[in-house]
């Protein structure tokens, strides 16, 4: 079973900078698709960046040029640097990993942007 722990969030100011870590465990010796979705209060969870198993990213238009998507395949880790934080950043921020037709999701880790 497919186990994803999400640690990092936090409060920041405006122009400040967090990074988030999501730990996988239980999945194939293989690296998997994942992603990072963000949910801020009355909308819905919508992607912020993914990579694939070969390491090609891509990004919401939101986000480009702040944040950075990346892994570790040895420690089984996806990695979220986000620069440059701003107010519509804030909400929960899901670890998402991608085997076959499943997706499994982490918990959340909250990340608010507030002066």
């Known amino acids: 079973q497919v186990q994803l722990v999400e640690s990092g969030g936090g409060l920041v100011q405006p122009g400040g900078s967090l990074r988030l870590s999501c730990a996988a465990s239980g999945s194939p010796s293989s690296p998997n698709p994942m992603g990072w979705y963000r949910q801020a209060p009355r909308n819905q969870r919508e992607l912020i960046a993914r990579?694939?198993?070969?390491?090609?990213?891509n990004y919401a238009d939101s986000v480009k040029g702040r944040f950075t998507i990346s892994r570790d395949n040895d420690k089984n880790t996806v990695y979220l640097q986000m620069n440059s934080l701003k107010p519509e950043d804030t909400g929960v921020y899901y670890c998402?990993?991608?085997?076959?037709?499943?997706?499994?999701w982490g918990q959340g880790t909250q990340v608010t942007v507030s002066s």
């Open positions: 990579i694939t198993n070969t390491g090609i990213t």
């Open positions: 998402n990993l991608k085997r076959g037709p499943f997706d499994y």
